[in-house]
């Protein structure tokens, strides 16, 4: 059973430029959660999705960001019009079940991607 | 708002010392912590994880508490390793499994 796959683990992108990065759950996982780590910060959560919807999207940042978890195929975080202080690690995390009436799962991290806005 | 630090934030043994790393929160209306750890330009590595009802939760060489009322957990790793050196992050959950992360505390053991 692979993990939570992540790609690109690396990206590059010219201030202006759009960023599309993809995550792969675990088999069997349908809720996906992402996180941001700006280089010497913590993680923050920005959004938390179930397929084909978005469930809390209060950490993602007005403009810009953006995500979505298909019925089919991985989910997108994408960030529009990078920017410098968009240069940091994302990282994507899936689980089985999520609380409110069952307790939470365990999550399971992704590798990350770093992005590097020039 | 859910408010999670640790201290200290950073800590040095040397190999066969026991680890002690704390984790507070402000909230105690938490459906689970969880203990992770983070080597350098790496993804996280869930290491235990305690449901709002447990008070401790084992595995190997590594013990975590949970006291709710007082917001409070603690990592103790025993024995510790050169291995063992990384980034500790503790994160408490909400009912939406969103995970609210501490710090971290940076630990390096010395051979």
């Known amino acids: 059973n692979a993990g939570v796959m992540q790609n690109p683990r690396h990206l590059v992108r010219r201030r202006g430029q759009e960023a599309r990065l993809r995550c792969s759950p675990m088999?069997?996982?349908?809720?996906v959660y992402w996180y941001r780590q700006l280089p010497e910060e913590g993680l923050k959560f920005m959004v938390y999705?179930?397929?084909?919807?978005?469930?809390?999207e209060s950490g993602m940042p007005k403009e810009r960001f953006s995500a979505e978890f298909p019925k089919e195929g991985p989910s997108i975080l994408r960030i529009q019009q990078v920017v410098r202080g968009d240069s940091a690690a994302y990282f994507c995390?899936?689980?089985?079940?999520?609380?409110?009436?069952?307790?939470?799962?365990?999550?399971?991290f992704g590798p990350g991607t770093r992005l590097t806005v020039l | 708002k859910q408010e999670v630090t640790q201290i200290p934030a950073a800590l040095s043994v040397p190999e066969g010392e026991n680890l002690v790393l704390n984790c507070s929160f402000t909230d105690s209306a938490i459906y689970n912590l969880q203990w992770f750890r983070q080597d350098p330009g790496k993804g996280l590595t869930s290491l235990l994880l305690i449901q709002s009802s447990q008070r401790e939760q084992t595995s190997g060489r590594l013990n975590a508490s949970l006291d709710k009322s007082s917001g409070r957990s603690t990592l103790y790793i025993a024995a510790s390793q050169p291995g063992d050196s990384a980034t500790y992050l503790c994160a408490t959950t909400d009912s939406w499994g969103k995970l609210q992360f501490g710090a971290g505390t940076q630990v390096v053991v010395t051979p």
């Open positions: 088999k069997g996982h349908s809720h």
């Open positions: 999705l179930q397929k084909e919807n978005i469930i809390d």
């Open positions: 995390a899936s689980s089985q079940l999520a609380g409110g009436l069952v307790d939470t799962d365990t999550q399971y």
